[in-house]
Every structure is written in C-alpha cells, then in structure tokens.
C-alpha cells in the first residue's frame, strides 16, 4: 500500500505548481457526463478485467487439480494465494487507474494547451503585425501632417490620428482584456483543478481505503477458508486413520483370538505329553530306585568293612604313634647330645682356629724361612746344575767311551762271525760270500738325533745368548751348543727378530701388550715374539730358521737384482719363497706351544719374579685347552691374579719349588740334547758369519709385513696334532740303542744260523761219520800195522797232513787210499 | 552541592546498599525521619510508646502496621535515580550508571530535555520513541531505517529547514544543530523551502504587468537557504530529496514562491558535488529548467557514490536529457526518473544511445514526456543491446505502433525487463497484437501496463495471461532454491503482489 500513498500528494503538488488548466479527465463525480461516462467505462473494464482473471486464475486451478493431486490444504492455500494475488492486482490497478487517468487527462491538456497557445502567439502576431500597421501608418501619416499647413486640415489630420491611435490602443486593450479574460478562465480552471484534485485525492483516498479493507476482508476470509480447509483435512485424517487403526485392532484382536486356540490346543497337548512323561518317570523312578536301594546296601557292607580295616589301622597308627613318641624322646636326648657335641665341637673349632692362626703365624715364619731356604736352594741349585752340566758332559764322554768300547767289542764279535760266516759260505758252502752292509756298522759312538727344538726356545736361547754374552762367561758352553745358526749368527737372527717384533706388534693381543709394559725388555721381547709366533704359527725350530732364511732371502734377492723393478723382484721372491717353502701350513698346535712356554719359562725360573710364575701358571692352564685362542679368555683372569701372586708370597714358593724341579729335570735333560745339536753347527759358523754381517740392517722395516705375509702364504704346513707327543729333550732315546744294540747281535741273520745249525748237524753228522771212520781207520791201522809194516811209515807222513786240512772233502780221503 | 552528593550516592550504591546507607547521613537521615513519620502517622496512640522506645522497639512497631510494607520505602538506588532524573539538564549523568539503572533513568527521562543534552547522550531508541511519539502523532519509523533517534532528528531538522525563512530567522539555528545531528541524519527530505519574505509585501493582484520585471530584478534576493554548509556537516547523509517551492499555498499561489534560482543552483550544485556519501539526490517539482540541470549534473559526473538521480517534475527539455544520458556513461547511476518533464525525441535518442552501453541503470522512468515514436524506436533499440535495464516507464509519451513492433521484438529477446509501462499511448490494435507476439516468447517480464493505450480487450487479456504466467514461474523459481535466479526478479515479483 506504501508505494501508492504518496501519488495523490504528487498529482497534487503537481497540479498545483501547474498553471491552473482545465480539468478533464474522466471522473465518476465530474460535472461532464461524458466524463462520468468514461469513467465508469475504465470502471467496468477494470472489473471486466479483474473478473477474467479471476477466471484464469480459476482455470489454472483447475488445471493443478486435474495434474496433482494434492492436499486439500495446498489447494486451498494456492487457491487463496491466487485470489490473493489478483485480488492485489486488481486493487492496484483499480488505485493506480486514477494516476493513469491524470496522465493521460494531462496529455490531453498538454496538446490543447499547445494548441492554444500556438494559436496565442498566432493571434498575438498577427495582432502585433496589424497593430504594427497601424501604427506606420500613424507614425506615417505624422509626417504627412507636418507637412500640412493648413490648421482645419491639421485638425482633422491630427482627430483621424487620434481616432486612429485610439483604435489602436482599442484594439491592444481588447486584446489584454481578452488575455485577462483568459487569464480570468484560467484562474477558474486553477480552482476548479484544486477542485478536481482534491476530489481526485478523496476517490483515491477512498479507493484506497475500500481496496484496505476489501483486501483485508479477503485475507481475513482466506485465512478462514485455509484453516477450514486444515481442520477438514486433519479431520479426514483423523477418520481415516482412526479407520485404520480400528481395521487395525480388528484384524489384531482376531489375530490375537487365533493365537489363544492355538496356545490352548498347545497346552493342551504339552499337558498330556506331560502326564505321560510323569507316568514314564515314576516308573523309571522305582526301577532306579530299587537299584540304588541295593546300592546303598553294599555300600553299606563296604562301609561296614571298611570300619573294620580303619579300626585296624588305628590300632596300628596308635602302636606306631607310640612307637614314634619314643623314637621322639630319644631322639630329644639325641639331640640334646648332639647339642652337647655341637657345644664341645665348636670348642674345638675355636681352639683349632686359634691353633689355625698360630699355625698360619708359623707357616708365614716357616715360609719366610723356606724362602730364603729357596733362595739359597735356588742358589745351590744353580751351582748344582752348573754341576749337573758338568757332569753331563763328562756323563757323556764316559758313555760315549763305554759305548765306543763295547762297539768296538761288539764289533770284533762280528767281524769274528763275519769270518766265520765267511770260511762256512766260502770254504763248506762254496758260496760267493758278500759282507752285509748294515749302517750300525759303520756306526761309531753312541746313536744321536736331531732334536727339534720349538721356535721361542731357540728364540729365547738367541735372546738368552746375546743377553748373556757379556755377563754370562761362566757358561762357554751355551755359544757352542747354539745349533741354529747354520748360516746365521745369533746376533743377525736376534736383530731380525727384534725388528720382526718392532714390526708386527698387532699379531699381539693389545691385553698382553699393556701386560707386557712393566717389564724388562728381553722379557718384553721374548713374550711378544711368543705370542707372534703362536699368531703366525710358527712352532719348531725349523719353521724358525725357515723364518730367518727367508728374511735373509728376500734382502738377498732385494740385493741382487736392486736395479730390477721392485715389483718383479718381490713377484719372484715370492714364488721362490713358495717353492721353498713347500711344507705343510702351520696350524695351531696348541700342545706345543704351552709346552714350549713351559720349558722356555722353566730355563729361566731362577731369575723370573713371581709373574713369570704366574704366566707359567696361566700356560699350563692354556695347555689344557684345545683352542689356542682360548688364551684371551685366560689372559684377563692372568691379570687379576698377577697382584694375587705378587702380594702373597707363600703360595708362589710352592709353584717355585714346583717350578724348579720341572726345570731341573728339563735342563738336566736339556744339557745333552744341546750339546749333541751343537755339535754338526760348529763348522759352518765361519760362513754364516759372513752373511748376516751384510745383511739385517739392509732389511727394511716396512719390508717385514710383506716377508712376514708371503712367509704365511708359503707356510702351508699340516700339523698333526696328535702324532708326535714332543719328546722331552732331555730324555736320551733308549729305544734305538737297544735296538742298535739287538741289531748288532742280529748280524747273523737267522736264516743262515738255520743253515749254520743245518751244517752243523750235517757236519756232526759227519764228524761221527769221520769218528767212525776214524775208528775204523785205527782198525785199519791198526790192521795195516799189523798188515803192512812196511808201508806204516809213508802212510804216517800222510796222514799228518791230512789233519792239518780238515776241510778237504771225503773224497780226496778216499781218493787218498787210491793213490 | 546536592548533584555531587548524588553522584557519591551512585558510585557508592552500585556496590553495597548498606554501607552506602550508613556512609551517607543525608540519605539516612532521610529514611529516619520516614521511618518516623510512618507510625507517627499511623499510629496515633502508640506515638508516646514509640517516642520512648528505642530503634529495634520501632521497627516492631512498623512490623506490626497493616499498611505498612517494604515497597513503601523506596530504595536508595530509586531515590538517586529520581535525583539523577530531575537533574538531568544540569548534570547528565547516564554512561556512569549500570545497565539496568539507565534503563530505568531513560524511561523517566522527560521527552522535553534540551537536544545539546541528549542528542549524543542518549542513544537508547524507546526514549527517542518517547521524544518521536510526543512530537508527532504518526510516526513512520520504517521509513528512516527503523531507528527512532534518526527519525527523530531527521524530523526535526526538516521541521527547522522547513520554517527557515532566509533573512530572517537566524542562520545559528541550523548551525547550531549540526554538531548535535552530524551522526544520526542520513536523509534530508525537503518538500518546502520558504523564499525571503519581504516586510513590504507588494499588493501582486494589481501591478500585473511589472511583477515579471520585478521578479527578474528581485531574483537574487529570492536565494533560499545554503544548505552546503549543512550537508558538509553531516557525515552520514545519503539521502537528498528537495522540493524548491512552498506548500499549501493554496489560493495564495504566487510564481516567486516556486524560484528555484541560478546561485540556489550553483550551491545545490556544489553541495552535492562535495557530498561523497551521496547515493539519492532528489530534486523534483523545482522548475529546473536545461541549463540548470545540466548544471546539476556537470557536478554529479564521476560522483563516488551517486545511485539514484530523481529529477521528476520539472522543465528539463532536450539538453537535460542529452546531459542526463552523459552522467549515464559517467557515474554508477541505477535508478534514473526524468518523469513529467519536456524531454523529446532528440533527448530520448541521446538517452538511448547511452542507455545501449550502460550496465548499471535498472530503472529508468521518462513518463509523461513527448519523446514520440522516434525516441521510443531509439530506446527499443538500445534495449536490444542493453543487459541490466529491468524497468521502463514510457508512459504517455505519445508512442505509437512503430515503437511497439520494436519493442515486441526486443520483448522476444531481452531476458532482464521485468517492468514495462507504456500506458497512456497510442499503440493501436496491431500494436498491441505485435506486444502479444513479443511477449509470448519472453518468460521474464512480470509487468506490463497497457492500460489506455488503445489496445485490444483481447491482446490485453492475453499478455494479462503470459505475465501471469510468468509470475508463477517466477515464485516457482523463487520458492525452489535449486533454481538460480537473480533475486531481483524475486523482488520485483514480491513488489508486484504487495
């Protein structure tokens, strides 16, 4: 409604601030009756209108009836939405008609004003141009009067132009009267336009009022009509559903009415299904009844019987209750004795370990005593084995004497038997007799082997050697005995050997290294090289001198062919070295190495502080492990007893006494030995001398790695483990002397003391044979005698001969009387 | 003295009732003496026995009243309330209070209070209700954005302008106003300007002949009032509707009440240049003739803010039209009403020619002007190119069939109109049949006012279906959201039913 309120104030204003015009736009309350007529036609076909809309409005209802079929509710709702809207439509129309019958009455009012005011101007120039006229020839005919002179003609000149002026002035006066006039009209038109308007504005207002009100009524009654059309709907959905819900009800109770039968008929059947299941259980009932009755009857039999054994056995549980209660009381006085001894013993104990501690004070004095004994034993027995060397060697001289003596005897035997075997084969036998060549026959003096010697011995005795050299001239003998060096001088080995050592400290377990830091430097020098040895495996003294050889070796062929090309000459050395060194690779020989510890820490014993003892300990703990590795595993355990040992010193002189003795027995066995090998070494020390003076401080340092790698790489040699348990070194071998010894009385094969017990026989035979014929032969004789004195004396002569020669055989004897 | 008082009773009260009873004695006192008086009243007998009886006897006594309740006594919040209340003009104490006390100083604040008090004072709307209520008797608040205090001072700001009577009433009035209503006014509607009123009023009815050369020599003496150093003031205005004339005057119509002069012109002119927050200029029933509003319109080319340029009523011819249609190209008008003026043909075509590349313009009404069948043609023209255009008002602008059948054409093409009036022409009965051709190809148009336009009952009754038509698939696309449309054609279809 808002927008059209302020129209009427704006034709209002509008009207107003225009000239006052005529108003003729058609209007019901207008005077004009044509005007009234108009009006009503706009009227009427605005109603027209509106009804025909009204109609389409109820077609398209329609339509949405026929196509969807819908709620009652949204088609009334949509019915009143459209009755609405047009109804909206139409009152809009119905105002805003007014508006558009101003305009268009405006229009209308613009053109005639036009026209009017064209024809205005038309009259008012026409007005002007005629008026102009006049006054030219007013203006005119002035000219024309001054030239009159004659006053009447003046006069009347002059009244003809003053009529003349006066109907000009007439006639301008007619036309301002008729523009008043107009003006005058047009000041009626203003009041009866106010008029107009203000009546306009009345109709409008009206219209608007009624259209309020109208559309008010409607709404009102649409609303109406839309509940109405709700509450019939709800209503029909409230029969309907309560049909349904009744129809519901019927088929459920019906339903429900079904179920019942079918639950009675069912309990019915369940009822007697019951009863009879009654009647079978009662019977099922007695039956088991009477079974368990009878159950029941020997159970209680057994329960009888039962009573019996459990009246026995109490009666035997109360006896052994008794029994035991006594048991009890005696074994109370038992144990108040026991207590007792228990009282009395600890007593003792305590007396015992007070005598304990006493004893300890004592065995500390005595221990102290015993070492100081030991060290004087030590002492002694250094002297002794001085002695013992000594003796040894003169030991060895008596029997080299005794055997010599009793070879040569024993040889003269055989050389006898010899003889005789001889004259038998040749002169009985007539056989080609050939002197056998056994090799202990040209044997002289006793029977010595080579002793293998282990490396770290040989190492130790070099160290040992050069150690001592200065210091150590009471033993002339130790340079002599030393048997390795057969083209190497002590000191070349010993300087390869330190450099080796230098060199491959990692083959060395960083453990024993820090180990090793306290101590002196032979020592130092002397374990790390064992523990190199055992890490590249080299075992026996061969392996050692193969070692030393190689070096030389290699600075040798580094040497020669210095102009050569050091990658050749090292590719040559090598396959050298491999071929010289085709043995067998060395494996752990885990025996001989903790033996060879043994005997290396046993030559040294007297000087070895209490760690050596240690290490010996470990090395006999190590030598009865298979693994030679296992040794990491000792050596941490080595170390924590090493302050153990250092610290106390009573048990250490017990390994020392124990220490002593091994070591006594091994040099004592030792002495020898070492001597014999020494013995084939002496004449070659002249050229070994020469060589190692040129050679080992040609050998590089960063030369060792290498040597030492293609040493491993050639060193291929198998060890047996178990075949040869090592000889104790001092143990002179007895086997082969009994043997050489048998194998002497066995010259004479037995197959010819067959055939010389065969010819004896034969030959005894014979002699009783030649016995006999002998006796015969004094008969004969005697015959002879008797028969022929005469030849006695010839025959005689002949007969002395005879028993010169023995051995001629028989038939010469009998060729004899023949001649 | 009794305002700081108050003031302590405020600040204090807030917090304990109490304490603020016992610190304040003039309060207590007060309260005593009612305490007193009560029984004293009441009571007569018992006066002697509450005399001797000390304070806890005395509130017994009260207890034991009939008449006597709580509500009597009015609590001190009440009281410094009322106190705040009677003194408001000399001490306006409102922000200071708590909510619920402003509340209840608001409501018993009278309508009356000078506006320097409350103007920035008060914002609460019912007070301003209250001030609207008293002053006017209708009071359309919708009109001024729903709130009561622009209303309010919209209202009386017109009321002001409205009786400034250039010369003198003093120009302090206004002056003074502005700082009291610079936040809240954002429309000046103005359908009254009183010229200078001159003591010796001339008798007009007799000296016809002078009274134009009299009014031409009086002219600039004729000035209204300057509103340009109003509208500077303002800071929110939006909103120009001005009518240079005088209302009501009835029988005492006179030429010189409706001048609308060339320096009332040039400041209008600067005025409106100046406001940037211009969207809706006004100015209708004023006389503007060519050269005014080409004016007017040189100073609203490129305005920031400009929508709406409403320049009905008025004399405007060609030139007008030609400057109207630049200002087209030039600002972001959409809403543009020459209505009732002298625009023709030439002026329509200039319009349409900018009209053809205009996007902005939805509204653009030249009813009852005389632009004839050629400016007509050049419109339909223009609307063949033009996409944003939604409503055309062409009534009675004498148009006839030619500019139908162009128009008819455009109808089967164009998808933005939505209103069109060509009411009160002369379109004919094949005019009309050739509209119906156009409009049964169009599905958007939901208006189309023919009415005396010498059409057919027939085709009339026919678009009459097609735009119902397209009404209901309008709403339909307005109820269904799966549907995209342009919530204008929403809106148009709402404006059309209501």
Request: proline share 4%; glycine share 4%; hydrophobic share 35%.
């Amino acid at each position: 409604m808002n927008p059209q309120t302020p129209i009427p104030i704006e034709a209002l204003v509008e009207q107003n601030a225009e000239e006052a015009a005529p108003n003729q736009g058609p209007s019901i309350l207008s005077d004009n009756p044509q005007e009234r007529i108009q009006a009503r036609r706009l009227r009427i076909a605005a109603r027209l209108e509106a009804r025909r809309r009204e109609a389409l409005g109820e077609y398209l209802d329609g339509k949405k009836e026929s196509e969807e079929d819908q709620s009652k509710s949204y088609k009334q709702k949509e019915e009143s939405r459209l009755k609405l809207a047009k109804l909206l439509l139409c009152g809009t129309e119905l105002v805003t008609n007014i508006q558009v019958a101003t305009d268009i009455r405006e229009i209308h009012r613009r053109v005639e004003e036009e026209e009017l005011k064209r024809q205005r101007i038309e009259k008012l120039e026409n007005e002007v141009k005629t008026s102009q006229d006049k006054f030219d020839e007013i203006t005119a005919k002035w000219e024309e009067g001054k030239r009159k002179q004659i006053p009447q003609e003046l006069w009347e000149m002059l009244n003809h132009q003053q009529q003349h002026c006066a109907r000009l002035i007439e006639d301008k006066n007619k036309l301002i009267s008729e523009l008043q006039q107009e003006l005058k009209v047009k000041d009626d038109q203003y009041v009866k336009d106010l008029k107009k308007q203000s009546d306009d504005i009345a109709l409008l207002l009206e219209r608007m009022e009624e259209q309020v009100k109208n559309v008010m009524k409607t709404f009102r009654q649409e609303l109406s009509h839309i509940e109405k059309a709700f509450e019939v709907e709800r209503q029909e959905l409230l029969t309907s559903n309560k049909k349904k819900w009744e129809r519901a009800l019927q088929t459920h109770n019906a339903k429900e009415l079904e179920y019942l039968i079918n639950r009675m008929k069912k309990v019915e059947d369940y009822e007697k299904q019951l009863n009879k299941q009654r009647v079978w259980d009662c019977e099922e009932y007695n039956s088991i009844k009477i079974k368990l009755e009878q159950d029941v009857q020997i159970l209680e039999q057994q329960l009888q019987q039962m009573k019996a054994t459990y009246q026995l056995n109490q009666e035997k549980l109360e006896y052994n209750f008794q029994v035991l209660k006594k048991r009890d009381e005696e074994s109370t006085v038992i144990k108040s004795q026991q207590k007792r001894k228990i009282n009395r013993l600890h007593d003792i104990l305590n007396n015992l370990r007070s005598k304990y501690a006493k004893q300890i004070k004592m065995f500390h004095e005595e221990n102290q005593n015993l070492t100081s004994d030991y060290q004087r034993l030590v002492i002694q027995f250094k002297d002794l084995q001085k002695a013992m060397r000594h003796f040894a060697l003169i030991d060895e001289e008596k029997f080299r004497e005794v055997w010599l003596m009793n070879e040569e005897e024993v040889k003269a035997i055989v050389a006898k038997a010899f003889n005789v075997d001889m004259v038998i084969s040749t002169q009985h036998l007539g056989l080609p007799w050939t002197a056998p060549d056994y090799w202990f026959l040209k044997n002289v003096g006793p029977l010595s082997q080579q002793q293998q010697k282990s490396a770290t011995q040989i190492v130790e005795e070099v160290l040992m050697q050069t150690e001592e050299e200065g210091n150590e001239e009471a033993v002339p003998g130790m340079e002599t005995y030393m048997d390795l060096p057969k083209q190497i001088s002590p000191q070349t080995t010993r300087k390869i050997l330190t450099l080796l050592c230098d060199e491959s400290g990692f083959l060395i377990e960083s453990k024993l290294l820090s180990l090793l830091l306290p101590l002196e430097r032979s020592e130092c020098y002397l374990l790390r090289l064992d523990a190199i040895f055992s890490a590249l495996g080299i075992e026996s003294e061969d392996d050692l001198y193969k070692l030393v050889n190689f070096f030389l070796k290699y600075r040798a062929h580094q040497l020669s062919p210095s102009q050569g090309s050091l990658g050749d000459q090292t590719k040559m050395d090598r396959s050298s070295f491999l071929s010289a060194l085709e043995r067998p690779s060395l494996m752990s020989a885990l025996e001989r190495s903790s033996l060879m510890t043994i005997e290396r820490s046993s030559l040294m014993t007297t000087e070895r502080t209490s760690l050596m003892l240690a290490l010996e300990r470990s090395s006999l703990a190590r030598s009865s492990l298979t693994s030679a590795w296992s040794k990491k595993k000792f050596l941490p355990k080595l170390k924590l007893e090493l302050p153990e040992l250092e610290s106390s010193d009573q048990e250490p002189s017990g390994q020392e006494s124990s220490g002593q003795e091994s070591s006594g027995q091994e040099s004592s066995g030792q002495g020898p030995s070492a001597w014999e090998a020494s013995a084939p070494a002496e004449g070659e020390d002249q050229d070994k001398e020469r060589q190692t003076s040129i050679s080992s401080e040609l050998i590089h340092p960063n030369d060792v790695l290498k040597i030492l790698e293609a040493f491993v790489m050639g060193l291929n040699k198998p060890r047996d483990l178990a075949t040869t348990p090592r000889k104790r070194k001092g143990a002179r071998d007895d086997s082969k002397d009994s043997q050489y010894w048998e194998a002497l009385t066995t010259v004479i094969p037995p197959v010819k003391q067959n055939l010389w017990d065969a010819l004896y026989e034969a030959l005894e035979k014979y002699h009783l044979l030649l016995t006999e014929r002998t006796r015969l032969l004094r008969e004969n004789n005697n015959l002879e005698k008797q028969n022929a004195d005469l030849q006695a004396m010839l025959q005689q002569y002949l007969n002395s001969k005879i028993n010169s020669e023995l051995h001629i055989p028989p038939t010469q004897v009998f060729q004899m009387p023949t001649k | 003295m009794q305002n700081s008082s108050a003031q302590n009773l405020v600040s204090t009260q807030s917090g304990n009732l109490a304490s603020g009873r016992a610190s304040i004695s003039n309060q207590s006192a007060v309260t005593a003496q009612r305490l007193s008086k009560t029984p004293a009243v009441s009571s007569g007998p018992l006066d002697s026995k509450s005399k001797l009886s000390n304070v806890h006897r005395m509130r017994r006594l009260i207890a034991e009243d009939p008449e006597w309740s709580l509500a009597i006594v009015p609590l001190l919040t009440e009281l410094c309330i009322q106190h705040i209340v009677t003194n408001f003009e000399k001490n306006p104490i409102l922000t200071e209070l708590l909510p619920e006390h402003q509340q209840k100083v608001l409501s018993r604040l009278s309508p009356d209070l000078p506006l320097t008090v409350t103007a920035n004072l008060i914002e609460d709307e019912s007070y301003w209700r209250r001030c609207s209520t008293k002053r006017w008797a209708v009071c359309h608040v919708a009109k001024h954005g729903g709130s009561w205090k622009r209303m309010f001072f919209e209202r009386h700001l017109e009321n002001v302008l409205r009786l400034f009577i250039p010369g003198t009433t003093d120009p302090s009035v206004i002056l003074d106003l502005i700082p009291l209503c610079r936040n809240y006014i954002r429309r000046i509607q103005m359908h009254q300007f009183l010229p200078p009123v001159r003591l010796p009023v001339p008798p007009r009815a007799g000296e016809q002949s002078d009274s134009g050369s009299e009014g031409e020599l009086e002219e600039p003496a004729m000035d209204h009032y300057q509103l340009g150093s109003l509208v500077a003031g303002l800071l929110h205005l939006e909103e120009l509707d001005l009518v240079y004339g005088v209302k009501d005057c009835g029988m005492n119509f006179e030429w010189n009440l409706f001048l609308f002069t060339y320096r009332d012109c040039h400041a209008l002119a600067a005025t409106i240049k100046a406001c940037h927050t211009l969207k809706i200029f006004r100015l209708t029933r004023s006389k503007v003739d060519d050269e005014k509003a080409r004016i007017l319109i040189r100073s609203l080319l490129d305005h920031p803010a400009l929508e709406e340029l409403d320049l009905a009523h008025n004399l405007i011819g060609d030139r007008g039209a030609r400057a109207a249609a630049k200002l087209l190209s030039h600002s972001r008008l959409r809403v543009l009403n020459l209505a009732n003026n002298q625009v023709r043909a030439p002026g329509a075509q200039s319009l349409a020619h900018a009209l053809a590349h205009n996007t902005n313009l939805i509204s653009l009404n030249l009813r009852l002007n005389c632009i004839e069948d050629e400016g007509g043609q050049a419109v339909a023209h223009a609307l063949h190119s033009n996409k944003c255009l939604t409503t055309l008002h062409l009534g009675g602008n004498e148009l006839s069939e030619p500019t139908a059948t162009l128009l008819a054409q455009v109808l089967s093409v164009n998808t933005t109109l939505t209103s069109i009036n060509l009411s009160c022409n002369h379109i004919g009965l094949d005019g009309g049949k050739q509209l119906l051709e156009g409009i049964s190809d169009n599905k958007t148009l939901l208006e189309f006012d023919l009415r005396l336009s010498d059409i057919a009952q027939e085709s009339e009754y026919l678009i009459g279906q097609a735009l119902h038509a397209n009404r209901e698939a309008a709403r339909q696309r307005a109820s269904n959201p799966g549907h995209f449309i342009s919530p204008m054609t929403a809106s148009g279809a709402e404006n059309s039913m209501g």
